[in-house]
């Protein structure tokens, strides 16, 4: 069986800590900021968990680089 090779782009995107958590930046935050309300550009401003099965499925993505 060959080498499972990692996703690159998903590499980049999303962050898989010490303990197995898959951590990912939240979209809309980059640019057009007064269009938004204040409470929505604080909810932008954290960094989102992924779980269940998309976290597992990101895990298996990046398994080389683990």
């Not at 499972?4 to 010490?18: E, F, G, H, P, V």
């Not at 932008?44 to 683990?66: D, S, Y």
């Given at each position: ?40 550009r604080r909810k ?23």
């Open positions: 069986m060959p080498k499972l090779k990692t996703r690159k782009a998903i590499s980049k995107r999303m962050k898989i800590t010490k303990t197995g958590k898959v951590l990912r930046h939240r979209p809309g935050s980059r640019h057009y900021k007064a269009g938004k309300s204040a409470g929505r932008l401003r954290g960094i989102a968990q992924l779980t269940g099965k998309v976290a597992k499925n990101i895990k298996i993505l990046m398994a080389p680089g683990i």
